[in-house]
């Protein structure tokens, strides 16, 4: 049975780490559902403590693969889904990053990166859209993170300072 845990969280982030395009924050969504609707791995609730944590502590994005890992088949099933994200798509890049250096600049190249860059953006997207419905805040969720998406993109106000706005009109709204 652990065993067969162990080889479910190699499959499920394996797979994953070849489409990390624009960062980890691009999976989030295909882990919310791998991990919460497939494999029942954690429930809403801690999926979302899972991911504010990820968030908070200091290092890669991508320690939200390690914690849903370990909450799958513990020190083991972290240490394989970390390994399992990292490892497939490293040597990919490794691979892949001579041809890149050599055509530079072609056609093929250019077409690709520009493909890549509203395929990445969809993708945190859907991120977003994933953690908002998780996080059950329901409407409000929904209009502090839009107005929040609003203003970052039109002023230049601090993003700390808009987490606390956020948590104040959490605070009056629901309190």
């Not at 953006?121 to 977003?128: Q, R």
Request: charged share 10%; hydrophobic share 60%.
């Amino acid at each position: 049975m652990r065993l067969a845990q162990l080889l479910e969280v190699v499959l499920v982030f394996a797979p994953l780490s070849f489409l990390t395009v624009g960062g980890g924050q691009s999976i989030v969504a295909d882990i919310h559902r791998q991990s919460v609707d497939v494999y029942g791995w954690v429930t809403n609730p801690q999926f979302m403590d899972l991911y504010a944590l990820s968030r908070i502590i200091p290092g890669p994005g991508a320690l939200l693969v390690t914690l849903v890992g370990w909450q799958a088949a513990g020190l083991a099933g972290a240490l394989l889904a970390s390994a399992a994200i990292f490892i497939p798509s490293s040597l990919l890049v490794y691979a892949l990053a001579h041809l890149w250096t050599r055509f530079k600049g072609t056609r093929c190249i250019r077409a690709i990166e520009a493909g890549l860059v509203p395929v990445a953006a969809g993708m945190v997207l859907a991120a977003s859209c994933t953690v908002l419905r998780a996080a059950e805040g329901g409407a409000w969720a929904w209009g502090v993170a839009a107005a929040s998406t609003l203003t970052l993109m039109y002023t230049r106000l601090s993003p700390f300072l808009m987490l606390g706005i956020g948590a104040v009109v959490f605070l009056v709204a629901l309190g």
